[in-house]
């Protein structure tokens, strides 16, 4: 079937319930241009006024010819209580729909107490829409989108408003509804991506493109096409922008990241910005230093020396933590491990891997990232772990004790103390320390024996004691912040101790 043999509908579902009444085969048609064959509907469709009678009419019509039996039309119309005489009443509502449809009366049929409306599927505007679309979709396909795009041009008069409006919320109309509303939204992402195809795309497409994720923020390929919309017309940056807002609201709505297609999309907006800003340059470029240990990374990568930008970012980890560049700390290790398999130490990249679960656990999908961490930390402890894997087991077990997962969160701890021990890391067991003091305190007991048992003397210890009973959730910041203020434990002769006299608790704020 084609778009030109096309009969116009005679029912109409896409907008109020009408009925388009046609003058008979043999009449003559007024003087005037021919009137083309097409879907374009007559320009006086008359309205069924009752609504249980267009109740009726749109469940026949949705039956597309299958017959619809007496029980169904008297449930569809007073569901669970219907009148004493419902029968007889649906009778009445038939033959006064007979009378409506005109010469196509005949086609509402009674057989075996059902009813059924024997007219061809383009008959009614839903099923002449789907099959344009349908058709327009197998064009496109095929790579004939200016016929695509002329099979949608037709359809879309076919859509007067919301579907089966003014009638109730019965599951057969709701889904028929959702069911046109999505085609409805297809074929518009589908006559955006034919103009495109063409070329350059008209200015109602971009505010139609627009319309839809205003509807439906989530919708991918709405968002692609406006990006791919607004950079034709030559303005990039509200297409970067376009990804980045909905990028912003997928990981706000779903804890998600974008599509693939969104993201090379992205990627290719961003590559084809440098070109066109950077342009060729005559001259010779001094490049600044790097700055800080992220940018000194990222600079190291891009000269090819990804390890030792692995080694360097493993390092600035946990001040990342501490400093609030969790963010960034997390994209440049993703961006490290994402290196091409066999550039990288295996231990690097579990190193890196643990950490980059550290990371992510504060996000939403925490209970994912947890485990990802453990199972780095288990394959890395086959190969003796380092101070970084220690300090990732005690921060992934912060975040257990917080989700109530006491059992796995005192595994990483005593893990972690191990390795601390086996260093003779004194700092590193007073940070085990810390963390089993607040996971006593999330269980609802309190003691200072962790903290004695990390060699503390009896003064720090009831200090210490006393800052973590007065904020439960205390963050692991504040053990740095009592090695810069108080030096090492007693017992050790180097570092702070030696010229502060020994670690005493700070009075009043400590030092920076």
């Not at 043999?5 to 005679?10: I, T």
């Not at 649906?90 to 729909?97: E, N, T």
């Not at 599951?171 to 028929?176: D, F, G, I, K, Q």
């Amino acid at each position: 079937m084609t778009s030109g043999s096309l009969p116009r509908p005679v029912v109409g579902l896409l907008g109020p319930i009408v009925v388009f009444r046609h003058p008979p085969s043999g009449a003559a048609e007024p003087a005037g241009p021919a009137r083309p064959p097409g879907p374009a509907g007559p320009p006086e469709p008359a309205e069924v006024p009752a609504r249980l009678d267009r109740v009726v009419l749109a469940h026949l019509a949705l039956a597309e010819g299958r017959a619809v039996t007496m029980d169904d039309l008297v449930e569809a119309l007073w569901g669970e209580h219907p009148p004493r005489r419902a029968r007889n009443a649906v009778q009445v509502k038939v033959s006064r729909l007979r009378g409506r449809l005109g010469e196509h009366g005949r086609a509402l049929v009674h057989a075996q107490g059902s009813y059924r409306l024997a007219l061809e599927r383009h008959q009614v505007d839903a099923g002449a829409f789907s099959l344009l679309v349908r058709e327009a979709e197998a064009c496109s396909a095929a790579g004939d989108h200016q016929r695509a795009r002329s099979l949608l041009v037709q359809a879309t008069p076919l859509w007067r408003g919301p579907p089966l409006a003014e009638l109730d919320e019965h599951p057969r109309l709701v889904a028929a509804r959702t069911r046109l509303d999505e085609e409805w939204r297809c074929a518009h992402e589908l006559l955006a991506a034919c103009a495109l195809a063409i070329g350059s795309p008209p200015p109602d497409v971009i505010a139609r493109l627009r319309d839809l994720l205003a509807e439906d923020p989530l919708r991918p390929r709405a968002r692609l096409l406006l990006m791919h919309a607004l950079d034709r017309s030559g303005r990039r940056a509200e297409a970067i922008a376009v990804y980045d807002h909905g990028r912003r609201l997928l990981a706000d709505q779903a804890g998600l990241e974008p599509a693939v297609e969104l993201r090379a999309a992205f990627a290719a907006l961003l590559a084809e910005e440098r070109e066109t800003s950077l342009g060729p340059r005559p001259y010779a470029v001094t490049r600044a230093p790097p700055h800080g240990a992220l940018d000194t990374a990222r600079w190291l990568a891009r000269e090819g020396e990804t390890p030792a930008a692995l080694q360097l970012a493993l390092r600035g980890s946990w001040w990342w933590w501490l400093g609030g560049r969790r963010s960034a700390g997390r994209d440049l290790m993703a961006d490290l491990l994402s290196t091409p398999t066999g550039v990288l130490d295996e231990r690097q990249v579990l190193s890196a891997s643990a950490w980059l679960a550290v990371f992510d656990a504060v996000q939403a999908d925490a209970a994912t990232a947890l485990g990802r961490g453990e199972q780095a930390l288990y394959r890395a402890s086959a190969l003796g772990w380092s101070q970084h894997d220690a300090l990732a087991a005690l921060l992934l077990a912060e975040r257990l004790f917080q989700r109530g997962e006491h059992a796995r969160g005192d595994g990483l701890v005593r893990a972690g103390r191990a390795s601390f021990e086996a260093g003779d890391d004194a700092w590193g067991r007073a940070l085990a320390a810390v963390v089993e003091t607040k996971a006593l305190l999330l269980r609802g007991r309190c003691g200072p024996l962790p903290l004695r048992q990390a060699g503390w003397s009896a003064t720090s210890r009831r200090w210490a004691t006393r800052q973590v009973r007065s904020s439960p959730s205390m963050s692991l910041a504040t053990a740095p912040r009592w090695r810069e203020t108080c030096g090492p434990p007693p017992g050790r002769t180097s570092g702070p101790s030696t010229s502060r006299g020994g670690c005493r608790p700070p009075s009043g704020r400590p030092r920076s």
